[in-house]
């Protein structure tokens, strides 16, 4: 969108106030910011909703609401933890905060989290030890996906396969691994499926 100097330290005012206290500035707060009249505020934000760069509920103070996707903030997810990539290991959540800047769009309402991966189980799939994963927690794994599995209490990361017998077959991507096999009485929860692999060299 094109936009005049005094639109645009108003649109990068909202972004930075809304980022900082997890709402809106009033017209107010915005004037005192950049030294103007409420009135003049008024006119410029009226005009940036004809645009459709934001939406204003009338008669409501903090309601100014950032259409313009340039101006909206970066997704973030947090690391939640270690998932094994080999043995499997004790299944304990450790938030860690980390922002991804593009690098794995997030639909909006998808649910989606980062582990960090321990061991070598998955290394013949490019997923080695160190690497971050991007798992989708809302939908159910189709044959062959990649999965944060929690057998009896432990977690790891496996493809995910359903036998004949009934039973899940997780299996390494490691020659040199044997599969898991999961009958009862052992216990199978699938805590999402892996979407992408993030590593830093």
């Not at 933890?81 to 043995?87: F, H």
């Not at 994963?133 to 062959?144: C, K, L, Y």
């Not at 044997?178 to 009862?184: D, S, T």
Request: charged share 25%; no cysteine; glycine share 6%.
């Amino acid at each position: 969108m094109n936009y005049t100097p005094k639109q645009l330290q108003i649109m990068n005012f909202i972004r930075e106030y809304r980022q900082q206290h997890r709402t809106s500035p009033t017209l107010e707060e915005i004037g005192n910011s950049l030294g103007v009249h409420r009135v003049t505020v008024h006119q410029h934000v009226a005009a940036l909703v004809k645009k459709g760069a934001i939406r204003k509920l009338p008669q409501r103070s903090r309601s100014i609401e950032i259409l313009d996707r340039d101006y909206l903030p970066d997704p973030t997810v947090k690391v939640l933890g270690k998932i094994a990539a080999g043995r499997p290991i004790e299944a304990v959540e450790s938030p860690e905060p980390y922002t991804v800047n593009e690098l794995l769009p997030i639909e909006p309402g998808q649910e989606s989290y980062l582990l960090r991966v321990v061991g070598q189980s998955m290394i013949e799939d490019h997923i080695t030890d160190g690497d971050l994963v991007m798992v989708d927690r809302g939908r159910q794994p189709m044959e062959g996906e990649i999965v944060v599995a929690v057998v009896d209490g432990e977690a790891t990361l496996k493809r995910f396969y359903r036998e004949p017998d009934g039973s899940v077959r997780l299996q390494p991507a490691n020659s040199t691994m044997e599969p898991i096999y999961v009958r009862p009485p052992k216990t199978l929860d699938i805590r999402g499926v892996v979407r992408g692999v993030l590593r830093k060299f």
